[in-house]
């Protein structure tokens, strides 16, 4: 079997980058019906709706819960590793965005007037709401129905 053939009948793997992907399709959909702009940048980007991290790990906890019920040690994995995703993206790293933006507005009131600011910027969309992270999750329910099982 290629690489190409193995990959695209791994039901867990299929189903967790379409999920991915179609996390990520929607961010751009969402941006353009709310700000009339295309950003193809939110093709890789993390933050924002819904949660691609959380649609991914979802999708692959449901698919290992399919394929091999979940009782098994695949869904229990999967599901351990789904919830530390989620907590850690509606917790941590939306905290540090928090943080982030703090930093901004500080370096920005020290370096404005007669300085001149060197320090990078830093990304303050990283972590997701309860909400990206609950639309997410509902995505990465859904996927794995939508997708065959081989």
């Known amino acids: 079997m290629t690489?190409?053939?193995?990959?695209?009948?791994?039901?867990?793997?299929?189903?967790?980058?379409i999920?991915?992907?179609t996390a990520q399709i929607l961010k751009?959909?969402?941006?353009?019906?709310?700000?009339?702009?295309?950003?193809?940048s939110l093709m890789f980007a993390s933050g924002g709706m819904p949660s691609s991290h959380s649609s991914t790990v979802t999708a692959?906890?449901?698919?290992?819960?399919?394929?091999?019920?979940?009782?098994?040690?695949?869904f229990a994995v999967t599901f351990i590793l789904a919830s530390i995703v989620m907590y850690d993206a509606a917790g941590?790293?939306?905290?540090?965005?928090?943080?982030a933006k703090i930093l901004n507005k500080l370096l920005e009131d020290i370096t404005s007037?007669?300085?001149e600011r060197t320090e990078e910027v830093l990304k303050e969309l990283i972590g997701h709401t309860p909400l990206q992270v609950v639309m997410g999750a509902i995505l990465g329910i859904i996927i794995p129905f939508l997708v065959p099982v081989l």
């Open 113 to 115: 007037g007669d300085h």
């Open 92 to 99: 941590v790293r939306r905290e540090t965005g928090e943080h």
């Open 60 to 74: 692959l906890c449901i698919a290992a819960g399919r394929l091999y019920g979940i009782g098994s040690p695949w």
């Open 3 to 17: 690489f190409l053939s193995e990959f695209v009948s791994n039901y867990m793997l299929l189903c967790g980058v």
């Open 19 to 21: 999920a991915y992907f």
């Open 28 to 40: 751009i959909i969402i941006v353009l019906v709310r700000e009339k702009r295309i950003d193809l």
